[in-house]
C-alpha cells in the first residue's frame, strides 16, 4: 500500500483516467450505494424492511410502486447536490478521461463552474458528442444519469434496478472496450468508498483483467475512503497500487505536485484557486448537504446543513458576532471556551446567516496545510470584484503562525473584503502566541454556560423538531417546560455538555469531553484526571492536596491552572489559610473523565493508596475525603478486589479512628463476602471506638442472620434461636434510631427469615404492618420498596 502522497506524485494527469465508484462524491454530500438504497427506502417505503443491496432494493421499488416514482425519488435524492471539496478541483487537469458509476450532475456542475469543456456520455445514442469534442474532457457514466431515463420516453435509461443492469450490458462493453484501450497505454485511478462495494470491487477486477490480459504498460491505482487493508492486499495481488483518502487528498498533493490548467471562470461567478478548492469547505454548498441528527446526537459539532435544517439553536451572543462582521471595521471574530461548549456550531450558525446576506464564506479544511499567501490571493480577488468574505478557522491553535501573518498583512490595507472568524478550545488558545491586530481589530466571544435565553431555545428546538424529540430521554421529555428549564439550569449548571448529557442520557456525548482531553499536554491531562477523579467520588479538591499529589511546586501549579481555564477552575475556601479550592466544570464531568482516564484498576487503586497515604486529617477539606473516598462508584467501592478494598478502609481507619464510613464499609464488606469472624471484628472494634450507631446496630442483626442462615451443623432450633436473637436487636435498633427507616427494613429481613425457617408469619405480618405505619410518616423510598417486597413474599406463604 502507499500515501496518497506518492501516488499524486506517480501520476501525470494528462496520462491518467479516473474511474469514480459508489460513494466517491461523500465530501460533496453524495451517498454510498447502501446510503442511497437506505434514502430511497426512507422516501418510498418508510417502516418497511427490504434486504440486500441497492440494486434489490431498487429492483422491490419498482415493482411495488412502478418505475416512475422510483426515478423521481431518485432524482429527488440526488439532483441537489453541489460539487465541493475535491470536485471543485477536478477541473484543474487535464484529465484523459473520467469513467463513473454515479447518477448525479458532480462533475458536471463543476466543469460547467470553472468553464472547462466536458464531452458527456450517458448511453451509446451519444459517443457522437465524444467525437464532435475533440478537445474536451470526455466523462462515460456507466450506469446512465439523472437527466436520461425511460420513464421520461428517453431510449437511455439509468442503471438501478437488476433488470437494467441486463439491459445495459451493451453499453458497458462498450465502454470496457474503451477503458481496455485507455489502460493500455495510460495509468487508471478507481475512486471509491469502499473495496466491500461489490460493484466497485466488480469494475476493479474487469480492470485488473484487461491489464492483464494486454500485459499493459498503464498502471493500475485505487484511492478508497474506507481503511481495509486485509481486501487491500488482496487487490495489490491484481496489480493495484492502494492508498486511503478521499479526492480531496489526492488533487490537495497533486496540486503541490504539477501545474493545473488555466483557471477560467464562469461569468459573474467567484470561485476559489485550484490550489484552495480541495483544502476549503464552501458554505453554500455545505448546506445542501443532508444533515445528520445522529452526529450531533454522538457528540458532533452541527454541520453547515444541520444548521440549515434548523437542528441548532441561536445563542445570545450571536448578534454582537454577527455586528462585529456586519459592521465591516472587525479583521477578525474569535471564538474560544472549553470543549463542549459550542464553539463550532456558533460559528457555522454565523456563517449561513451571513452567506444569506451576500456574504462569501469558506471554512478551512484542517485535514490540509493552511498557507496566507493562498488567501491574501483571494482577498483581493475579492476587493476587485467589490465583494465581501468570511473564511472561518476551525481549531486555529495549530495554525496560528500562518494565521498570525494572514491578519498582519490584512491590517496593512485600507480596508480588508476577508475577515477570519476563529474558533479555539481555551487550553491552546491562551499559551500560544497571537498577533495584537486580532485583539486590535477583532472581537472575543468566550463561550462557557448557558444563558437563560440559550436554555430556553434550546428546550425550544427539542420540542419542535420530531427526529430530536425522539432521542431525548424519556424523564426529561415527560417533565414539564418549568422542570427542564429549572433541571438545565440548576442540576446541570447551564453547562452545555451536562445539559446535552441529561437531555439525551447517551455515553456518545463523552467524545467531546475525550478530545478536549486529548488536545492537552501530559502535564495538564494529569492534572485534570487527578482532580476528576477526587472530584468524582464527592470529595473537595484543594491546591495542596494536588500539589502534594503531583510532586510539583506552587508555581507550576499556578501555570498549568492558568492553561487549564474553565477546564480546571480555582476558587476561594479560605484564602488567609492558604486554602483553595479546585473543580472541573461539573460533578458529571469529572466522572465522565475518571471512567476513562482510570478505567485500569491497577492505576485507580495506585491512586486511591497514594491519595490516603496523602491525606492530612487535621485538614477539615481533607478530613471530608476519608468520607467521600469510600464512594461505591468512583471511590474504594468501585475496585473489583475485596482484598484491596479491606487494605484500602483499614489504611483509613487507621488513619482516621473516629471516622465512622470507613467502618461502616469494612464491615458491609465482610458481610457480603461471607467473612462472619472478620466482620464480628471490625463491628466490635468500630462499636467500642465510634459507639453504636444505626449502621452498626444493623449489621449486628444482618450479622446474626447470616450466622442463623450459614453456621454448619447446627440444629434449626439453633437457628431459630439466633434470629430471635436478630429480632430483639432490630427491636432495640428501633427503639434507640426511632427515626432510621433502615431499622425497619432490617426487622421485615429477620422476620421472613423467621417465617421461611418456621412457616410462622406472625412475626413477618407484624413487620408489614410497621412498614406501612412507617412509610406513611417518613415518605421514604426504600420504606415503600421493602413494603412491597415483602407483600410479594407474603403470599407465598399463602
Known amino acids: 500500500m502507499i500515501d496518497v502522497a506518492a501516488m499524486a506524485a506517480a501520476i501525470e494527469p494528462s496520462a491518467c483516467s479516473l474511474f469514480f465508484g459508489s460513494g466517491a462524491g461523500i465530501s460533496s454530500g453524495a451517498p454510498t450505494g447502501a446510503g442511497l438504497a437506505s434514502a430511497l427506502m426512507d422516501e418510498l417505503a418508510p417502516g418497511a424492511e427490504i434486504d440486500g443491496g441497492l440494486d434489490d432494493v431498487a429492483s422491490i421499488l419498482e415493482l411495488r410502486l412502478g418505475r416512475p416514482r422510483l426515478i423521481a425519488a431518485l432524482r429527488k435524492i440526488l439532483e441537489p447536490l453541489m460539487p465541493g471539496g475535491g470536485f471543485e478541483a477536478l477541473p484543474a487537469f487535464n484529465w484523459s478521461a473520467i469513467y463513473t458509476t454515479n447518477y448525479d450532475y458532480l462533475i458536471e456542475r463543476s466543469y460547467a463552474r470553472s468553464r472547462r469543456a466536458l464531452a458527456v456520455s450517458r448511453s451509446n445514442f451519444d459517443f457522437s458528442l465524444v467525437e464532435k469534442s475533440p478537445d474536451a474532457t470526455p466523462l462515460f457514466k456507466v450506469h446512465g444519469c439523472l437527466s436520461q431515463d425511460i420513464s421520461d420516453g428517453h431510449q437511455a435509461r439509468m442503471v438501478i434496478t437488476e433488470a437494467d443492469y441486463d439491459d445495459y450490458s451493451t453499453y458497458r462493453e462498450v465502454l470496457f472496450k474503451r477503458l481496455d484501450l485507455d489502460i493500455s497505454s495510460k495509468d487508471l485511478i478507481v475512486i471509491g468508498h469502499s473495496l466491500r462495494d461489490p460493484h466497485i470491487k466488480e469494475y476493479m477486477d474487469s480492470a485488473a483483467r484487461l491489464h492483464r490480459e494486454k500485459n499493459a504498460p498503464g498502471r493500475l491505482f485505487a ?127 454565523l456563517l449561513v446567516s451571513l452567506a444569506d446576506t451576500g456574504y462569501l464564506c469558506w471554512e478551512h479544511d484542517n485535514n490540509f496545510p493552511f498557507v496566507k499567501s493562498d488567501w491574501l490571493a483571494v482577498e483581493a480577488k475579492l476587493r476587485e470584484a467589490g465583494l465581501y468574505g468570511v473564511l472561518l478557522i476551525d481549531d486555529c491553535p495549530p495554525l496560528l503562525s500562518q494565521i498570525n501573518q494572514l491578519v498582519g498583512s490584512l491590517a496593512e490595507l485600507d480596508y480588508s473584503a476577508l475577515i477570519v472568524v476563529l474558533t479555539a478550545a481555551s487550553p491552546q488558545w491562551r499559551p500560544r502566541t497571537k498577533n495584537p491586530v486580532i485583539f486590535e481589530r477583532g472581537e472575543e466571544i468566550v463561550l462557557s454556560r448557558l444563558s437563560d435565553a440559550d436554555i430556553r431555545e434550546l428546550i425550544n428546538l427539542l420540542d419542535r423538531k420530531q427526529s430530536v424529540k425522539h432521542l431525548v430521554a424519556p424523564i426529561f421529555s415527560s417533565a414539564t417546560a418549568v422542570e427542564k428549564f429549572s433541571l438545565l439550569r440548576r ?161 483509613l481507619i487507621t488513619l482516621a479512628p473516629a471516622e465512622r464510613i470507613p467502618r461502616h464499609r469494612l464491615v458491609g464488606l465482610y458481610l457480603r463476602s461471607g467473612e462472619f469472624d472478620l466482620a464480628e471484628r471490625e463491628l466490635q472494634d468500630a462499636v ?5 450507631d444505626p449502621p452498626l446496630a444493623r449489621y449486628e442483626v444482618m450479622l446474626s442472620i447470616k450466622r442463623s442462615q450459614t453456621t454448619p451443623g447446627i440444629m434449626d432450633e439453633d437457628r431459630y434461636a439466633l434470629l430471635l436473637r436478630a429480632y430483639a436487636k432490630a427491636q432495640a435498633a428501633i427503639r434507640r434510631f426511632e427515626k432510621d427507616p433502615y431499622s425497619r427494613i432490617v426487622r421485615a429481613d429477620v422476620a421472613l ?15 408489614i404492618a410497621d412498614l406501612e405505619l412507617a412509610y406513611s410518616e417518613l415518605r421514604e423510598p426504600n420504606l415503600n420498596s421493602a413494603l412491597r417486597r415483602m407483600r410479594d413474599v407474603r403470599r407465598t406463604f399463602g
Request: proline share 2%.
Open 688 to 692: 467500642e471506638a465510634v459507639g453504636l
Open 491 to 651: 442540576r446541570c449548571g447551564a453547562d452545555m455538555y451536562v445539559c446535552l448529557k441529561n437531555v439525551f442520557a447517551t455515553e456518545s456525548l463523552d467524545s467531546i469531553l475525550l478530545r478536549e482531553f486529548a488536545d492537552l499536554s501530559i502535564e495538564n491531562q494529569e492534572m485534570y484526571r487527578l482532580v476528576a477523579a477526587l472530584e468524582a467520588t464527592g470529595g473537595q479538591v484543594h491546591r495542596q492536596l494536588v500539589l502534594r499529589l503531583l510532586g510539583v511546586e506552587s508555581g507550576t501549579i499556578s501555570a498549568m491552572l492558568n492553561f487549564l481555564e474553565g477546564v480546571v477552575d480555582e476558587f476561594d475556601i479560605k484564602p488567609h489559610d492558604g486554602l483553595f479550592g479546585l473543580s472541573t466544570r461539573h460533578r458529571v464531568i469529572a466522572q465522565t473523565i475518571t471512567k476513562y482516564k482510570y478505567a485500569d484498576e491497577v492505576e485507580r487503586y495506585s491512586l486511591l493508596k497514594r491519595v490516603i497515604a496523602g491525606l492530612n486529617p487535621t485538614l477539615f477539606l481533607e478530613l471530608r475525603m476519608v468520607r467521600e473516598i469510600c464512594d461505591k462508584d468512583y471511590g474504594i467501592g468501585s475496585l473489583s478486589s475485596e482484598e484491596e478494598q479491606a487494605e484500602l478502609y483499614r489504611s
Open 223 to 349: 484511492l478508497l475512503w474506507e481503511k481495509d487493508e486485509e481486501r487491500a492486499a488482496l487487490m495489490e495481488r491484481k496489480g493495484y497500487q492502494i492508498a486511503f483518502g478521499g479526492l480531496e487528498d489526492l488533487l490537495s498533493n497533486l496540486l503541490e505536485t504539477s501545474a493545473p490548467v488555466l483557471d477560467a471562470t464562469a461569468e459573474g461567478d467567484f470561485v476559489l484557486p485550484p490550489a484552495l478548492r480541495p483544502r476549503t469547505i464552501e458554505v453554500q454548498q455545505a448546506r445542501r448537504v443532508g444533515s445528520n441528527v445522529m452526529r450531533l446526537f454522538n457528540g458532533s459539532a452541527a454541520s453547515y446543513s444541520d444548521v440549515e435544517d434548523g437542528f441548532t439553536f441561536p445563542r445570545d451572543v450571536e448578534v454582537s458576532g454577527r455586528q462585529s462582521i456586519t459592521d465591516r471595521e472587525a479583521l477578525s471574530l474569535v471564538i474560544t471556551g472549553t470543549g463542549g461548549v459550542g464553539k463550532t456550531t456558533l460559528a457555522r450558525r
Open 753 to 767: 427469615a423467621v417465617a421461611e425457617l418456621t412457616k410462622d408469619t406472625t412475626r413477618l405480618d407484624e413487620a
